[in-house]
């Protein structure tokens, strides 16, 4: 029985990248369905990504590794039907969480929840069917904080977590348990990076005549909100708009941003080129 497959690559450019994969591919009997590539001239590195099937539901990737290991390729190579484990951390604003929850259940995002983690007892969470997803209270303090990391990253292993989503999670992550997770913690930022830095961002903007309100979806970094950028979007505003009207703007537009960094990350969508991404959209 075939089986789709989608493998991702970036290494130094050079002529007869896509040549040698391909043929590779083809020597395999395998159909390439789809294929992004893009050679970055500023760092003189390529990014591809190629889904395609084979004729063996259990594709043999020997061949395919000797070349991608010849090239100096980094790589990854995974059923397209996989459904990563997504843990999901969150604080008290619940619209992210509602929404992840909301698009992981219809199917929009291919996923399996495994669990929900806040620093604030599952009553602030009313509002949310968590249904059978289980529920983690990890109360933090500044005295307690590495001992609540140690809790997080026990969660991360015992789950075997591939991604981990901050939905709002006002806590800030030690730089070890963000080198733990690199590459694989997603956080939303409720501006244009850097901007409006701390609490109520929106407050601020409203108080700088602000005509755009963003937001940013990133990888978590020990760098405080300036992991390299997946998505990001923005909003008109005007000066009608009270500061509550752009906190309901400002949630409208975290959802949609941080669904659409998540479902990147889901399918193979996202590599990394240093302090920045290579995102192939659909």
């Known amino acids: 029985m075939s089986r789709s497959h989608i493998l991702t690559l970036h290494c130094d450019d050079r002529p007869g990248i896509v040549s040698a994969v391909t043929t590779s591919l083809f020597e395999a009997r395998c159909n390439i369905a789809d ?44 059923p397209s039907d996989y459904r990563m484990r997504v843990l999901i951390l969150v604080s008290q604003q619940d619209h992210c969480l509602l929404d992840l929850l909301y698009r992981w259940r219809t199917g929009d995002l291919a996923m399996d929840v495994v669990a929900v983690v806040s620093n604030h007892p599952k009553r602030a969470f009313e509002r949310v069917l968590l249904g059978d997803v289980p529920f983690h209270h990890l109360p933090v303090t500044a005295e307690s904080k590495a001992a609540q990391e140690e809790q997080l990253a026990a969660l991360f292993r015992d789950y075997d977590v591939d991604l981990v989503v901050l939905a709002r999670y006002m806590q800030i992550l030690s730089s070890e348990l963000c080198a733990q997770l690199a590459g694989r913690a997603i956080n939303i930022h409720h501006s244009f990076l850097p901007g409006f830095k701390g609490a109520k961002p929106y407050h601020q903007a409203h108080a700088r005549g602000v005509k755009l309100i963003g937001a940013t979806a990133h990888y978590v970094t020990a760098d405080l909100d300036e992991g390299p950028i997946i998505v990001q979007d923005v909003e008109p505003v005007s000066h009608r708009d009270t500061p509550e009207q752009l906190v309901r703007k400002g949630r409208d537009i975290e959802r949609r941003v941080l669904a659409d960094a998540v479902g990147y990350h889901l399918t193979g969508r996202i590599l990394p080129n240093g302090a920045t991404t290579v995102v192939f959209r659909d």
């Open 35 to 78: 294929a992004q590539q893009f050679s970055d001239e500023f760092s003189g590195r390529f990014f591809a990504r190629i889904e395609f099937t084979s004729e063996e539901s259990d594709f043999d990737a020997t061949a395919l590794s000797g070349v991608l290991d010849s090239l100096g390729a980094e790589w990854t190579l995974r």
